[in-house]
């Protein structure tokens, strides 16, 4: 690698999961701290950050075709930097494959990126995918302008080990943040115009503070800031759905009616090989306290359609629980082997035939449950938080507190929270008519 002009603009494309999104963030105020800028739309960068996501099939590969898609028409590349799970996991193997990028950084590591622009600005490529005890929070800048929803990191890492996931590997072991650094780090976002929060972590509801004090507590405390208006929680695991954060839907009414609560399968013996550590019932025991303590949530979840040895009559398991929860929105995924975790050496793989039909079944299913929720709220009157202009004059788009999409015309602007009646329903978004201007 030759030495290269200093960049002076740069791009980060993130791909995934919040968790994704939030570190993409904060590598982009850690560039500007840097002085370097975000490039113009439509106009090529000098830094390119491809901030990757191991949950994606054939992830790997993808981020080889997105390096090779950066070669401009005169054969120059911009500066290139591997950043995120892809890059934890693959770390050397993306050095030696693809010679023009110039630095691989893992997600517990990307507070160094300075150091390493600079080392491959003089010409020397660089990985690192440490996990080192000074922790990138220690060091990352302070938090600057936001949008009216910004996400709050809360904890890191999975002790689970789920045998299809990849994240204890990627992410290193579940850690908490300290209780004091998340109450000033949110009070920050609220000075820069963040109207909702939203806490992240792979296990968020794992969370504890250094006197044992869980998630609800810290919910509390952030709903005593004013102007903080809403507060989420994503993504959580059944097993850590402690009675004080179930009490806190109830009680704490910032916290927005909406749960994501991943349940993978309805079938025990795939849970079981999964290492889910909850079975069918235990977690539809879990749902209906969270829905006695909070009637009007709407819930949502995650399944993988042919595990390894899933039967179609366990599938068959799965669609019967979504009939029998009714979610409100989810996500769904055909299973795909992780290099390194168990269940990509299991007997039984699905042929990817059975996988398709599968999943298509299983969307079918949770799009009508996604409809029928939505059509059940037609004739509501709510709160919307406006996040951005619609395509369309004078329209608005926001989200209402069960998180649907919401659009609307009226006197409004970003950051408002606006009463309206909902009057249309579709699978992805709701129509509503304005009842109260802006307010608080």
């Keep these: 690698m030759r030495p290269t002009p200093p960049p002076r603009t740069y791009r980060v494309k993130s791909f995934g999961c919040q968790m994704n999104v ?61 950043a995120g799970c892809v890059a934890q996991a693959e770390g050397e193997e993306i050095m030696r494959r693809a010679p023009a990028v110039g630095m691989v ?53 999975c002790d689970k080990f789920c045998t299809y996931c990849v994240v204890p590997y990627t992410r290193g072991a579940e850690i908490s943040r300290p209780y004091s650094d998340l109450i000033a780090e949110a009070h920050r976002l609220v000075e820069a115009g963040a109207r909702e929060i939203t806490l992240l972590g792979q296990n968020v509801n794992a969370w504890r503070d250094e006197s044992n004090r869980g998630l609800e507590k ?50 025990d013996r795939v849970l079981k090989a999964m290492n889910r550590s909850h079975t069918a019932e235990s977690y539809l025991r879990v749902l209906d306290q969270v829905r006695a303590a909070r009637p009007d ?5 995650d399944f993988i359609v042919g595990f390894p040895g899933e039967t179609d009559a366990e599938f068959e ?60 709220s037609v004739g509501k009157r709510c709160t919307v938080l406006v996040e951005r202009r619609g395509k369309h004059e004078g329209q608005w788009l926001g989200k209402s507190p069960w998180l649907q999409s919401v659009h609307f015309t009226g006197e409004a602007a970003i950051g408002d929270l606006v009463e309206v009646e909902l009057i249309e329903a579709g699978p992805n978004s709701i129509a509503a008519r304005l009842v109260q201007p802006p307010h608080g």
């Design 297 to 301: 949530i709407a819930l949502s979840g």
């Design 22 to 82: 939030y570190d993409g963030e904060r590598m982009a105020e850690l560039l500007a701290e840097q002085g370097i800028t975000p490039a113009p739309e439509g106009e090529e960068a000098d830094l390119v950050v491809l901030n990757t996501c191991h949950i994606r099939e054939k992830a790997a590969e993808k981020v080889y075709s997105d390096i090779g898609r950066l070669r401009r028409e005169d054969g120059t590349a911009p500066l290139i930097a591997v």
């Design 218 to 267: 810290l919910i509390e405390a952030l709903a005593d800031i004013p102007q903080l208006a809403r507060i989420r929680y994503t993504t959580s695991h059944p097993n850590d759905m402690t009675e004080g954060l179930i009490a806190a839907h109830r009680d704490v009414p910032k916290l927005m009616p909406f749960l994501h609560l991943p349940v993978q399968a309805g079938n």
């Design 105 to 157: 950084v893992g997600p517990q590591a990307y507070h160094r990126l300075p150091q390493m622009i600079a080392d491959a600005v003089e010409g020397r490529r660089s990985v690192d995918t440490d996990m080192p005890a000074e922790t990138k929070f220690d060091v990352l800048p302070a938090r600057r302008k936001v949008g009216p929803s910004a996400f709050l990191t809360v904890q890191e890492g």
């Design 317 to 376: 398991d799965t669609l019967k629980l979504v009939e029998q929860v009714g979610y409100a929105q989810c996500f769904s995924f055909k299973y795909s082997p992780r290099p390194g975790t168990p269940a990509a050496t299991m007997d039984g793989q699905v042929p990817v035939e059975v996988m398709d039909e599968r999943l298509q079944r299983l969307q079918a299913a949770l799009n009508a449950s996604q409809l029928a929720f939505n059509q059940a």
